[in-house]
């Protein structure tokens, strides 16, 4: 069976079994799809990272790079690295999903930089800043990362879910499956207060305007926002309009034509 056909299998399966996420995957691919007929943000593209990281650090008033060269950080990028050319021929979604690697650094960084009780973070894939969060969490000594994720259609694909994350750092990671406008809602009143957020979840307008909107009255003053594939659609943009950061920036990814998007509350 091709992998389109399959993924067409599951989801009508999805009608007998589970409804919610039956019409959750129908409506993300009608948004999607929508979308395309989307104007494109008017900002230009991102700086580069080491550039982010000088400003943020004069604005914060330290020197962040420190943390990049940290010993934690390259050892955990070489086993992410190692894990992902390992993985077997039967995982099944594809490596598109993985996060870049500027992206991940950044991930590392936010959470060295602000040693945060709570990381809340959408879209898990395989696990990727997943893992460097928990590792910079696990050097700081304190901090739990909640993680929302409604894996691709694939086969076994829950079980691949967050699966490059080593068991020594899963005590302090929680997993929600679902589509993250079902989850966050009851989710973020029990958390009460957010650190760090990541968005990596679906990229469509609507998907990650409501994200925004929903974590924002929740994020601390002097939180940190991070949000991937800004470059889709204009919510980014819109949002750093309406919310006001006291600090944003765009940045250039290292291995795709993207941008992801950062925001200080
Ligand atoms: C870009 S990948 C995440 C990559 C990951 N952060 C990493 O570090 O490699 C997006 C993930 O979000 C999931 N997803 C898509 N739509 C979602 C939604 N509405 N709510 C929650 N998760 C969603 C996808 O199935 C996929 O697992």
Redesign the pocket.
Known sequence: MTGNSLKLRLLLKLILTNRTEFY?RVS?LIEVYLDRLRAKPSMSSGARLTTVVDSLGGVLGRDLAPFLAEQAAMEVEKRIWKNLSELSNEAP?ELY???DRS??QFCYLACRTLSPKVVL???????????VILQALSVNGQGCLHS?????LGRNADNY?GLLIPQTLRSQWHLYR????R?LPTLLPQLGTVDVF?H????TYW?MKGEFTQVWQYLRPGGILIA??IEQNRAFEEFVQKAKPSFYAMIQEEDKNASFGIMIK
């Open positions: 959750d993300t979604f999903h993985n996060a992206l991940a973070e959408t879209g898990v894939a395989y696990g990727l800043t997943s893992t929302v994720d409604l894996p691709p879910v679902g589509a993250s406008k989850v990541i990596d979840a679906l990229h998907s991937d594939d």
